[in-house]
Structures are given as C-alpha cells and as structure tokens.
C-alpha cells in the first residue's frame, strides 16, 4: 500500500495564478483532510471531508477550494494564490472516530507564492 | 476555541538523559496525538492516547493522558541521537470528524 499521496511534491507560482493540490489514499479511508504548516507553527486545518461528495471548511479555509468527487481523493484548489499562501500543504486521511481517528499524513507538498 | 501549548518548544539535550515535554490544552477532550516530524518530512504517528488515564509506550518514549488536568506528557528515557525530531502534540476536540488541533511542536535536539 502506498498510504497516502500527494501531487505535486513542489510548486512555485506567481501571485494571481491557480493551481489544484492532489490527495490520493489507498486505504479506503472515509475522513480526509488538509492541513498547513508554516514555519515555527503546528499544523492548521484547511478543510476536511467525512465522506465522498462532502467538504467542510477548518480553522483557515479562506483563499481555499476543496472536492471530493472520489472516496479516495480530495483536491485542493487555490482560485488565485497570494504569497500568504506560501507554507507546506499536508494531506491526512482517517478510518473514522469508531477507531480513534489517527490520522495518517502524506509527505507534503512545498508551495511558494512569488 | 481549542488551544494547545506544549513546552518547551524547544530542547536540546544530552544522550542517556531524561526529559519530559508537556502539552496543555484548553477545552474538554479525550482524544490527544503524539506525532514526530523529522526535518523535510511528514509527520509519523507516535501514539492515539484515547481516555483519561491512558499510558503508552514504544521503545524509549512514553505517553501518558489526563483529561482533568488536560494535560499529556511525552517522557523520553535514556536519549538517544536518533530520538531528535520535532514533537507535536495534537487534541481532536469535536465528537465527529473534526481535524486535529496542533501545538507548535518541540524541537528536540540531541547531543552525543
């Protein structure tokens, strides 16, 4: 299995620009999510999905798009980047809250905003 | 809103040392999560600590819960090099599929 994955691993765009985040999970997870990492801080939740064809917005959610049209992808789409945006995007997914809900996180995606 | 603070943020200490790290969290939870971050990583799942009470081990690191205090412990025993890492904890605080919440992560550095 290859857990959970995410395309692109790097991204420079310049302010202005779109761009969609891939998350693909093997696990047959229902949960998933994105988080940020900017530096010196823990991880904040973008957005989150219990389920396919289902989005509910985190702790920082604006400046952010998300679908889940497959249980085992969510995407995360910036409409039009800002350089407050720069940060590490980390994807998660989950089993569910009957089995604790550990989350399970790719390896991240390095995104620049010049 | 939830808030978590761990301390120190940030550690460095000697091998075959002791220490502990702390994670304080603002609102009722049951639920908390220690993960290890190396440096240009994802983060590792370290323990799922899921009742007050609750105590896990693995090798040299030892988490431990309590709700009434709201308060988890990391507990490192003997350190060794290979032990340094970042330490997050985290605190689920919705009874649904609500994201984690994340301290800022302590920094651990460990000296030969």
């Known amino acids: 299995n290859a857990g959970v994955t995410q395309t692109p691993k790097f991204r420079v765009l310049k302010t202005g620009q779109s761009m969609t985040l891939l998350c693909a999970q093997d696990?047959?997870?229902?949960?998933m999510y994105w988080y940020r990492q900017d530096p010196g801080m823990g991880l904040r939740l973008i957005h989150y999905s219990v389920g396919e064809g289902t989005t509910a917005k985190g702790e920082v959610p604006d400046g952010y798009n998300v679908s889940r049209l497959k249980k085992q992808n969510f995407l995360l789409g910036l409409e039009s980047a800002a350089p407050s945006q720069t940060s590490v995007y980390f994807c998660a997914s989950s089993r569910g809250a009957a089995w604790g809900n550990e989350q399970f996180f790719g390896p991240g995606t390095r995104l620049t905003v010049l | 809103e939830l808030k978590v603070e761990q301390n120190p943020l940030f550690l460095s200490m000697q091998e075959g040392k002791n220490y502990t790290i702390y994670c304080n969290y603002s609102?009722?939870?049951?639920?908390l999560y220690w993960y290890r971050q190396d440096p240009g990583k994802s983060l590792e799942s370290l323990f799922v600590?899921?009742?007050?009470?609750a105590v896990k081990q693995e090798g040299r690191l030892m988490a431990s819960l309590d709700t009434k205090a709201r308060l988890s412990t990391l507990h490192i025993t003997a350190a060794v090099h290979d032990l340094s890492a970042t330490y997050f904890c985290?605190?689920?605080?919705?009874?649904?599929?609500?994201?984690?919440?994340f301290g800022k992560g302590t920094h651990l550095i460990i000296q030969p």
């Open positions: 609102t009722t939870s049951d639920r």
């Open positions: 985290a605190v689920h605080s919705g009874g649904g599929a609500d994201g984690l919440t």
């Open positions: 696990m047959n997870h229902e949960y």
């Open positions: 600590l899921l009742s007050n009470g």
